[in-house]
């Protein structure tokens, strides 16, 4: 069945540094895979929506490239901030108006 | 910023009791979800709509979860016999196009 696979749960850094936060997804459908960001006691934000194979997209400092070829669609920045300290949700919509969401990475960004 | 708009941003309910939960979704979003996100921050799908009408739920919605999402009138979801394990934080969602957009929730707690 479809899938996503976060595989850090915690991930910590002092500021300044990159980051990186991985994820990977099964499916047989043309999927669009998505980025969320969770801060505490708030909703849920879109953050990134892929665009083509191989194709970066960015929105506020992070971004991430689709690669079919490794099911990957993996979260970068290149220098994190005190207020990126969040949830991340890489989600996957495989088509049928569902959305799958991976099991989130909890990023905290130290002084 | 999402305009998915969900009331009570709390509720607290027995054992046994029913709850009920609102939602307005974004204005010409067309599909409407609801999820369950748990104390480890892991989403379950409940159930989508599309234009009123039920698209997929999961067995749990079937049997005591009810859900509708009629024109011209807040979506709702109520969970008729209220149990421990439905604690959690309820989150609606409304889609265009792919885009996923999610309100603040409303966080449940059954003592």
């Known amino acids: 069945g479809d899938s996503v696979t976060q595989t850090e749960g915690l991930v910590t850094l002092t500021k300044g540094l990159p980051v990186m936060l991985n994820c990977t997804y099964q499916t047989t459908y043309s999927p669009f895979l998505f980025w969320y960001v969770q801060h505490l006691n708030e909703a849920p934000k879109l953050l990134l929506k892929?665009?083509?194979?191989?194709k970066r997209t960015e929105h506020q400092g992070f971004y991430a490239t689709l690669h079919k070829s490794s099911s990957s669609f993996h979260l970068q920045k290149s220098s994190v901030q005190l207020s990126d300290s969040a949830l991340y949700f890489c989600a996957l919509s495989p088509g049928s108006w569902q959305l799958i969401f991976g099991s989130g990475t909890q990023l905290t960004v130290m002084p | 910023n999402s305009k998915v708009i969900q009331t009570p941003r709390y509720l607290v309910k027995g054992q046994g009791q029913k709850a009920k939960m609102r939602c307005i979704p974004e204005k010409g979003h067309p599909v409407v979800f609801w999820y369950q996100q748990n104390k480890n921050n892991e989403f379950k799908f409940l159930i989508n709509f599309q234009n009123q009408e039920v698209l997929q739920q999961i067995d749990m919605t079937e049997k005591r979860f009810s859900a509708e999402c009629p024109s011209n009138s807040p979506c709702s979801l109520e969970i008729q016999s209220s149990e421990a394990g439905d604690s959690a934080l309820y989150l609606c969602?409304?889609?265009?196009?792919?885009?996923?957009?999610f309100g603040k929730g409303t966080r449940l707690t059954v003592v």
């Open positions: 892929s665009s083509t194979d191989n």
């Open positions: 969602a409304s889609s265009l196009r792919a885009e996923v957009f």
